[in-house]
Structure formats: C-alpha cells, structure tokens
C-alpha cells in the first residue's frame, strides 16, 4: 500500500452545513492569511442539507450585513403565525408561544441557504471539497486530533479494490472543528474518546420528515407559518407539524416526533403522511406534486445534554454541539452564532483551549438555559409538557429545578408490556404510497458495489431478542425502508437496503441495543435534496 497523499493546513472544518460555513467565513474574515478548508461529504454544497426552516437573521446580519441586498434564492419573509391543536376531524387554534412568533424572521431552504454561502466563503479564500467525506480521525503522538482521512473512492462491497480505486487523502491541521450537525459519526467517536459528555445528560433527538409541494395557484399566502400538535400524536408521544408557504405557490411541510416514544410499533413517517391528510392541511395539497423529501434528525437535548465542547486539537460546533432551541424550533442561528464565536476564539487564541467556556458563557447558552425544561416536560404526556411549557416560558425558566434527560435507545417499552394507543388513523389517498416511493423523492444514490456503511455488530439480536421483545422496530423508524426481515432458506435474517438511506441518522440513535452505527458512505452518496 502506497503511502497515503497529505495536505496540510491551518484548521480543517468538517461539514459544509451552515456552522461550518460560517466558521470558515468569520475567520477568513478575521485572519485573512489563515488557510482554511471545508470538507463535505455530499455531492453538492447544500445536497444533504434539510431543515424546516424559519430563521432568526441577527447572526446572518453580523457575519453578512449586506446579505439581505442579495439574499438566498428562497427567502421569504415571516408574515403571519397560526399554532394549531389538531384532533381527528378537526381542532382549534391555540394563542401562539412567544418563542414561536416570527415576526422579522425569514423562511429559507436551509440547502438553498448553504449553496448561497459556499462561493461567498470561496471568495474570501476558503477551500471547499464536496463529495469528499471524513471517514477517519488523524491523532498525534499526544494523542491531540491532528485532522482527517478521506475516505478511499471504488472500494468493492466485499472490499476489493475496483478499478476506479482512489485511496483517500490525509487533510492535517492544528485544528479540527466538527460541524457534522446532528449525530455526527466522527463527533460521536470524539464523545466517546475524550469522554466529553461525562459531566452532562445523555443527548436526544428528534426525527424531522418534510417534503416541498408544488400546488394549485391560489392556495398559497407567501410568509405564512403554521405550526400544530395534538392528532396524529398520541398524548404521550411528542409530535408535532410545520406548514410554512413559500413563493411561487410553493409550501414545505413536515412532521417532527421526538425519538423517545415509548411505543415499539410508533412509526413517524406514517406519522407524518396522516397529518397530511387532516382537513386543514389535505385540501392545501390536493392537485399539488411533490418536488423533493427527505429525513433528518433533529438535536434537542439543549441545556442539560451540552457535552464539552472542545478537546485537544479540535472542537465542536453548531447542531453538532447540540445547540438547537426546541421551543423555538430553531438552530439555524444558534450554529451561525456559535461559529462565529469559535471563529473569533481560534482568531485571538489559536487553540481549541478555553473554547468550552467560553460558549458556556456566551448569550447561545444562556438562550438554552432559560427552555431547558420545556422538551424534557412532554415526556410526562402533552397534556403536562403544554402546562410546563406554559410555566417556563412565564418563569422565563427560572425554575429551581431542571428535567433531565434519558438516552432515546431506552425509552422504548417491549411487546405485552405496552398498551398499544388507538391510533385513529385515516385512509390515505395523497402521494406517496410508501416509504420506498418518498426515497425517490429524496433522489438518493449510493453505488450498490460498495462497502454497507450501516454496521450491525450482531444481527443475531435482530431475528431473536429484538423480533421477541421489540418486534424489530428499526423495520418501523426507518423513513427509508432500509430495514427488512425477510425470510429464506437460511431461516430469518437482517437485510439491509444501504442504497435507500438518507442518511437521517434515526437507526444509530433509536436502535434499542445500540448494534446499529452510522459510518459515512463513499463521499458524494446519498440524498441530493433540492430546495429542502
């Protein structure tokens, strides 16, 4: 084996999402002779990139201010707010949480969004590498984090070399920062190795399903925002709906449920394609298509769930700190925010050391302080989380107590132990049938030949324990369909669908034996989302 190609620079940043770009902004911004790179595991800037999203513009203002002049091609200013409590049939509108109010607020695609920043980093000297993904971690004699290995390109499923075999670059740097979003998997392994979450709660998640919709002229208020609870949750599922209209008679819609449910049969993309389907928001789609959907996983442990942020040579940032305010349904500002903190720290120190308290004492911190208990409360039941949110937000969270948080692998209750809620589902008659047709809209792609990058340390749990006690609810969290148990000759076993996955993260987090990991694919596969 040759030795491995290196390049060398001053910080390597990992991940092309909005912390990441950001970052490589604000310190080009600062020390224009620093040499910075980005690294980004999809195909395009923005592929691989899906949010609701409203979001707060202050941080967008101070990294650019003239960004409004020439904003992102989806920008669509916040007009009105509607907050929903939905039943079966119907429902009633509900005065809307102050943290919710979005006047002055911009709706954007978070992908669209990212696009829009990559060349204005490029211009100020970044390099950026899409398709090219971190599959590995570089480490010193010190143990420090000295930066990242490149995935090889056209290795066979059996590991076999093809013949396009490209051996993956070494990227070398003083400094690392992570900015992978939600469950990184080389932040994951920086978690465990440095033991960073060991004076802080277990993280959680939620999972996040949105499609973009063309419909019918007419129908559309651009800047309207919608957002609902109640029906097709059950009262001890945390569940909620987005709406927001868009331009050219466009709305992008989507349902979050917060992976600690507790029932094994729960399934959040059905979840989702119900509340299509309820009388406010099927009549909005009917005669409309579908231009793109996807799945993603959501941080939401806040305050409590925070791990150390910076160990040596490296240091996290935005969703991948775990940064987004659930309350407010929003991270986008906080990782804009969060990165130009860090961007500022490495400036005037140049070293990862000290950045931890220094986030800990910035005004992001202190945003998650104050509704560190409202998401905690709904696993209490909604009627409870309503209240307690209620409470916090008159307290303005100056509870003397905080709710902790439990891993989401271990909320889930066995088959004969749980009693199962009445759905009260409804037929469903809008696109898509299922989950494989929804993949197609995700535009998806990954090379069948190629190693599966969903790693199952022993799928002997899967067809004994997990079928007995669980029923293989992997088969059922999946927006994907990634998951089958199938029966042959050889009796019953795991397949695994690598080539449909969108890369949500929902298996590694969800699994309840946690022999499911996420690693990264070859760099440029996955979902190609437009405009999510």
């Known amino acids: 084996m040759s030795e491995r190609e290196t390049m060398e620079y001053d910080v390597v940043t990992v991940g092309a999402g909005p912390a990441g770009l950001a970052f490589a902004i604000r310190l080009k ?50 007009a009105e707010d509607e907050f929903w409590w939905l039943t079966r049939t ?41 398709g090219f993904a971190a599959a590995d971690l570089l480490y010193d004699d010190q143990g420090a984090v000295c930066g990242v290995r490149i995935g090889d390109m056209g290795v066979a499923k059996n590991g076999s070399h093809k013949p396009g075999y490209t051996q993956g670059i070494d990227i070398k740097a003083p400094l690392t920062v992570l900015a992978e979003g939600a469950r990184g998997h080389l932040t994951k392994r920086l978690v465990a190795k440095y033991r960073l979450d060991a004076e802080s709660d277990p993280q959680t998640y939620s999972i996040g399903i949105k499609e973009l919709w063309q419909v019918p002229a007419g129908r559309v208020k651009p800047g309207k925002i919608v957002h609902s609870v109640g029906w097709p949750a059950d009262s001890r599922t945390y569940g909620g709906s987005f709406l927001y209209h868009l331009d050219k008679d466009r ?7 917060g992976l600690d449910y507790t029932d094994p049969l729960y399934q959040p993309y059905e979840a989702f394609q119900q509340w299509k389907h309820h009388p ?11 231009l ?75 945003e998650l302080r104050r509704v560190r208990n409202i998401k905690p409360g709904f696993k209490k039941g909604v009627y409870f989380g309503m209240l307690n949110a209620a409470w916090e937000t008159i307290t303005d969270g100056f509870s003397p107590w905080t709710w902790r948080n439990k891993a989401d692998y271990g909320t889930l209750e066995k088959l004969g132990r749980y009693e199962q809620p009445k759905r009260d589902y409804v037929e469903r008659t809008l696109p898509p ?26 799928t002997q749990v899967c067809v004994t324990r997990c079928a007995e006690e669980y029923g293989n609810p992997c088969t ?35 699994d309840p034996y946690e022999v499911i990991t996420w690693v990264t694919p070859e760099g440029g596969s996955g979902p190609n989302y437009q405009n999510l």
């Open 476 to 510: 059922r969290f999946c927006p994907a369909g990634v998951y089958e148990m199938v029966e042959d000759e050889a009796g019953k076993r795991l397949q695994i669908n690598a080539a449909n996955c969108v890369h949500c993260k929902t298996c590694d987090i969800k």
């Open 90 to 130: 119907g429902g009633f509108r509900l005065p809307t949480p102050p943290q919710m109010k979005n006047h002055g607020n911009f709706i954007v695609s978070l992908g669209a969004l990212c696009a829009w920043l990559a060349p204005q980093a490029e211009a100020l000297g970044v390099e950026i590498y899409p």
């Open 29 to 78: 911004q600062l020390k224009q002779d620093v040499r910075v790179c980005v690294i980004e595991k999809a195909s395009t800037i923005g592929a691989h990139i899906l949010s609701g999203a409203v979001i707060e513009p202050q941080p967008l203002d101070a990294l650019l201010p003239g960004w409004r002049d020439h904003p992102p091609p989806i920008c669509v200013p916040a």
């Open 433 to 458: 049938r299922d989950r494989l047709a929804g993949v197609y809209f995700a535009a998806t792609q990954h090379d069948e030949d190629q190693p599966i990058h969903l790693r199952v340390a022993d």
């Open 280 to 290: 406010h928001v099927k009549p909005l789609l009917e005669g409309g298509e579908i």
């Open 251 to 257: 709305v992008a819609l989507g349902y979050v449920s």
């Open 292 to 366: 793109s959907a996807g799945a993603r996983a959501i941080v939401t442990g806040g305050w409590q769930s925070l791990p150390k942020v910076e160990m040596p040579g490296a240091l996290l940032i935005g969703d991948g700190a775990g940064l987004l305010n659930v309350p407010k349904i929003k991270g986008t500002h906080q990782a804009i925010r969060s990165a130009m903190l860090a961007a500022e720290h490495i400036a005037e120190k140049s070293t990862a050391a000290g950045w931890d308290a220094r986030l800990r004492a910035s005004p992001a911190m202190e």
